[in-house]
């Protein structure tokens, strides 16, 4: 495999509801964790994982880990961007193609890490998953009064593992001002092109309790 993928794992959750680290809560009797990692690591592509934990988990998370696959883990930060480049630092020399995966995202196909990472082979130095928008999409003030409604065909949405050569996101990194909520947004900033792939429905987010209860209908539907 020429591939490492970061996982930003250090999430408190909130959205979720009361019940400590996300990426700790249970999903059919497991931790999301385990699951994202069990399919990333199901993927042939790759080489190496690195899983960014709350600071006061990275014991319990290795742990829990070791028997899943092989990876090694990292404290993260206060912000996701953080916990990324935590991560990013820990990557052995080797691979040339770096993906970054939420954990949250725990139903994910190993399939889409295999899209994403032939896209970067292929050429691309920046590579996400997208997904058309259903919903009509409208700008709103803070009273809530609608602004404009949005071209809602232009519109992606856009999901994790997102993959880049490796020197980019380093520079992407170093580079980087106040924290984004995904590491493309780093490298467009750099002026680099971001190519897009077709996403899917199970490497939906795990955010807010209705997700967990979608996945949890998707875990046992066999995904
Ligand atoms: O907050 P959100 O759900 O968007 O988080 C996306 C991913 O980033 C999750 O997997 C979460 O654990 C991770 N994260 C992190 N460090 C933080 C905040 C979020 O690794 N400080």
Same mark, same amino acid.
């Given at each position: 495999?020429?591939?490492?993928?970061?996982? !930003?794992?250090?999430?408190?959750?909130?959205?979720?509801?009361? =019940?400590?680290?996300?990426?700790?809560?249970?999903?059919?009797?497991?931790?999301?964790?385990?699951?994202?990692?069990?399919?990333?690591?199901?993927?042939?592509?790759?080489?190496?994982?690195?899983?960014?934990?709350?600071?006061?988990?990275?014991?319990?998370?290795?742990?829990?880990?070791? !028997?899943?696959?092989?990876?090694?883990?990292?404290?993260?930060?206060?912000?996701?961007?953080?916990?990324?480049?935590?991560?990013?630092?820990?990557?052995?020399?080797?691979?040339?193609?770096?993906?970054?995966?939420?954990?949250?995202?725990?139903?994910?196909?190993?399939?889409?890490?295999?899209?994403?990472?032939?896209? &970067?082979?292929?050429?691309?130095?920046? &590579?996400?998953?997208?997904?058309? &928008?259903?919903?009509?999409?409208?700008? &709103?003030?803070?009273?809530?009064?609608?602004?404009?409604?949005?071209?809602?065909?232009?519109?992606?949405?856009?999901?994790?593992?997102? =993959?880049?050569?490796?020197?980019?996101?380093?520079?992407?990194?170093?580079?980087?001002?106040?924290?984004?909520?995904?590491?493309? =947004?780093?490298?467009?900033?750099?002026?680099? !092109?971001?190519?897009?792939?077709?996403?899917?429905?199970?490497?939906?987010?795990?955010?807010?309790?209705?997700?967990?209860?979608?996945?949890?209908?998707?875990?046992?539907?066999?995904?």
């Amino acid at each position: 495999g020429d591939v490492a993928v970061l996982v !930003p794992a250090a999430g408190a959750g909130v959205r979720l509801g009361p =019940g400590g680290p996300k990426a700790l809560r249970l999903l059919g009797g497991e931790p999301l964790l385990v699951h994202v990692v069990r399919r990333i690591a199901a993927a042939p592509s790759v080489h190496t994982v690195v899983v960014a934990a709350p600071a006061t988990e990275v014991d319990a998370v290795r742990q829990l880990l070791t !028997p899943v696959a092989p990876v090694l883990v990292v404290a993260g930060g206060a912000e996701r961007q953080a916990s990324v480049a935590n991560a990013l630092a820990a990557v052995p020399s080797g691979p040339d193609i770096v993906l970054v995966h939420d954990a949250a995202r725990a139903l994910t196909p190993p399939a889409l890490v295999e899209a994403v990472a032939a896209a &970067v082979r292929a050429g691309h130095d920046a &590579v996400i998953p997208v997904l058309p &928008v259903s919903d009509t999409i409208k700008q &709103v003030d803070a009273a809530g009064v609608v602004l404009a409604t949005v071209d809602r065909s232009a519109l992606r949405a856009v999901q994790t593992p997102q =993959g880049f050569r490796r020197e980019v996101l380093a520079a992407a990194h170093a580079a980087a001002g106040d924290p984004l909520t995904d590491d493309a =947004g780093l490298v467009e900033q750099q002026g680099v !092109p971001v190519f897009c792939v077709p996403g899917s429905e199970y490497a939906l987010k795990v955010t807010r309790p209705f997700d967990l209860t979608l996945a949890e209908h998707l875990l046992a539907a066999g995904h």
